[in-house]
């Protein structure tokens, strides 16, 4: 058997209301950890950013893109319920993107291209990163289908998390979550200190 189908035949024998719950584990911690990245990088790429939308579009985009393949998963697989194990969840494919596209950054210095290129590739590999968080990633796939997550780990390493918080993983999205939210209304709280002063300097300026 296959390595791959070894994969397969593994998930369906650890078809587990376990394993079910640590599937959605993270998924909602993706768009908020894309927005996180985008603030801590705005200022960086300041010069080169003539569209912002652009930019929030395709880091954006990044964050969730790997997991448009549960849409073929769920409409035309039906071998499997898993999804990781596609080609858009090979933490190498998305390695190799981001490279492609830091060259390309280094390449084209002034060009704003790369700089949506190099978020969306960088958003998509930090997507691999928090999916291993609760679910098997296979970070050497095609070549091996070997799966590591940081559950994995912990049982080893600190067992009495994972048993005594078995949803800990949770936490960590939660963690993301509340971090985007705070940054969000941080921006939304400084844009109105802003418009304030300009309004309170337009209208200083207006009289005579
Ligand atoms: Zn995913």
């Given at each position: 058997?296959?390595?791959?189908?070894?994969?397969?035949?593994?998930?369906?024998?650890?078809?587990?209301?376990?394993?079910?719950y640590r599937?959605f584990a993270i998924t909602?911690a993706?768009?908020?950890?894309?927005?996180?990245?985008?603030?801590?990088?705005?200022?960086?790429?300041?010069?080169?950013?003539?569209?912002?939308?652009?930019?929030?579009?395709?880091?954006?985009?990044?964050?969730?893109?790997?997991?448009?393949?549960?849409?073929?998963?769920?409409?035309?697989?039906?071998?499997?319920?898993?999804?990781?194990?596609?080609?858009?969840?090979?933490?190498?494919?998305?390695?190799?993107?981001?490279?492609?596209?830091?060259?390309?950054?280094?390449?084209?210095?002034?060009?704003?291209?790369?700089?949506?290129?190099?978020?969306?590739?960088?958003?998509?590999?930090?997507?691999?990163?928090l999916d291993s968080v609760p679910n098997?990633?296979?970070?050497?796939?095609?070549?091996?289908?070997?799966?590591?997550d940081v559950n994995?780990?912990l049982?080893?390493?600190?067992?009495?998390i994972v048993?005594?918080y078995p949803f800990w993983s949770y936490s960590i999205e939660a963690l993301i979550?509340?971090?985007?939210?705070?940054?969000?209304?941080?921006?939304?709280?400084?844009?109105?200190?802003?418009?304030?002063?300009?309004?309170?300097?337009?209208?200083?300026?207006?009289?005579?």
């Amino acid at each position: 058997m296959s390595p791959r189908n070894n994969v397969l035949k593994s998930f369906r024998q650890r078809g587990s209301q376990n394993v079910f719950y640590r599937e959605f584990a993270i998924t909602y911690a993706h768009l908020p950890a894309g927005y996180i990245v985008g603030k801590l990088l705005s200022d960086k790429f300041e010069r080169r950013i003539k569209s912002y939308p652009l930019y929030w579009f395709w880091g954006l985009l990044g964050s969730v893109a790997p997991d448009f393949d549960y849409l073929y998963l769920e409409l035309f697989d039906t071998r499997t319920w898993d999804h990781h194990y596609y080609l858009t969840h090979f933490p190498m494919f998305w390695a190799i993107l981001l490279f492609g596209s830091l060259l390309w950054l280094y390449s084209k210095p002034k060009s704003q291209s790369p700089v949506f290129a190099f978020m969306f590739t960088l958003n998509g590999f930090i997507h691999m990163i928090l999916d291993s968080v609760p679910n098997p990633m296979y970070w050497l796939a095609p070549f091996s289908y070997r799966g590591f997550d940081v559950n994995l780990l912990l049982k080893k390493i600190a067992p009495w998390i994972v048993y005594d918080y078995p949803f800990w993983s949770y936490s960590i999205e939660a963690l993301i979550i509340v971090l985007a939210l705070n940054l969000f209304l941080k921006r939304g709280i400084a844009d109105t200190e802003t418009a304030k002063n300009l309004r309170a300097r337009n209208s200083g300026s207006s009289q005579p």
